[in-house]
């Protein structure tokens, strides 16, 4: 009764939140208190009305119906069975209409509880409907037959009243329609609505980034547990209080000395500035934490800025890698090039003695050629490591010119090696390039065509214009690659299955190296290659415009 009352004084519940037999019961209750009102209206305007059977049996069909609504379990049966109550409303309002017309007029009208009832409990719609219009003719038209009236123009003329309980019948099942189609639309979305919600809860737990998201007042309303940990390295050793926060311990990457508030990365996003992988370290000693942070703002529907997303990638082992990259090409530097230098150099002097042996200048020659592969390793390993970008300052060359001069630096190894080397260029290719690094493309692709060829073959170079481009081939008759491998090389330390089995050296950085320097240049290069026959290495560059 509580929450019935609490309906009707439109208070914190609503009709929907009832369960069925507080709903049937505040279906019927308007008409209740309807014909209450009736009986009050009547004791006014004609009292004698209470000594009428009809009148009484009406109000008391009224009540009783309504004592019906309370004590029927209606959950136990079959649903749609409460529609039987709106029904046997017609038979009270037909005997108040009936037995009190001639004091109060327009009692027929009562009729519109019932079928409004019917029309919308969206059960079944069109056959309620239907049943109600007919309920209501037959409630005008019974006294008339009870009474054996069958005049056709009193039947007409009582036509009005179920014609106008149709009107609003159909009227209230589409409403109910619209609305319970509406009511399902508005649940689906809310469900798919906390889908995505638990989905991002999940996704933002799951990544192992830090994520922070503030209003647009710098409150925050979300934060992850990954986020919760990183910032922990931040807090002082006895923690930071709201009135502390600026005692956090934030550097800026490389820097011993603190930040201060204004110059976080958050403080500046939400002063407006764009923060975009930025380097911090939280913390201090071996406990702090080296992250990687970005901060983007975002709008609402109407486009209004409506708060700040930050997200933080703990990339201290990243960092340490990065160090012991650094390192490790230092040692290398210095330690792997002062030796192979004095190698190099002390066999050259060695093999200008003119005492020396055959047998020990072949010896000398091994040496010398294999500190040279030593060193020419050593070049790719700090090439790719170092990340120098010297094709931003690019000169006026000669391809054709840089092909000739790569077969004659190439010709003696070849001879040495019994592969025939030739070297076919045609007129002057004109283009602007880093010379540095189109001689390392070309000594790459002749070095490896040498590598990979037996004795008695051939190798060819050929430089000449293909429309807007000048292109240079390098053709071997050697080992040759699968197919399966010709993506794998020009990644780096990438090598086919066949070249690694073969024992052959190298490093597997050289032809990435030689990708690289010709996509900065605009160009491409690409191979064709069949195992057993051998392989051709196209190299493609923008000829020069005037």
Known sequence: MEKLLDVLLLGRLHFHELNLTGRVLMSQLPLNLTMLLVCAIVAVADPRKFRDPSFLAAQALAVGLFALCAVIPWRRLPYGAFLVIPFLDFIPVSLVRSS?????????????FPVLW???SGYRARLMVLLGGVASLVMVWEPLFAAGTLDLRLLVGQLVTPIMMLAVGIGASVMTVSGMTQQSRVEELLDRSETREHLLDTVLETVDVGVIVLDAQGKGMFANSKQIEVYAA????????ADRESEMLIYREGSEA??????????????????ERELYRLG??????????TVRGFVDAAGERAGTVVASSDVTDVVAAVRARDRFLSIMSHEFRTPIANIMGYAEMVQDDP?????SRADLEVISRNAQHVNQMVDDILEAASGRDSTEIRLPLDLAE???????????EAKRRGIRLSVETDGALPILGDRTGLVRILDNLVSNALKYSGSGTEIALRASRDGEWAVCAVEDHGMGIASEDLDRIFTRFGRSASVIGTGIPGTGLGLALAREVAEKHGGTIECTSEVGVGSTFTVRLPLRGE
Not at 234 to 241: L, Q, S
Not at 258 to 275: D, I, K, T
Not at 355 to 359: A, M, Q, R
């Open 234 to 241: 931040a807090m002082p050793a006895d923690g930071v209080t």
């Open 100 to 112: 009190a017309s001639d004091a109060l007029s327009g009692l027929g009208l009562l009729a519109v």
């Open 355 to 359: 005492l020396l042996s055959p047998t």
């Open 284 to 293: 201090a000693g071996p406990a702090a934490r080296t992250v990687s942070v």
């Open 402 to 412: 840089l092909v000739r001069e790569a077969g004659g630096s190439s010709s003696a």
């Open 258 to 275: 603190p930040l201060p508030p204004e110059q976080w990365a958050l403080e500046r996003a939400l002063a407006g500035e764009e923060v």
């Open 118 to 120: 019917v029309a919308g």
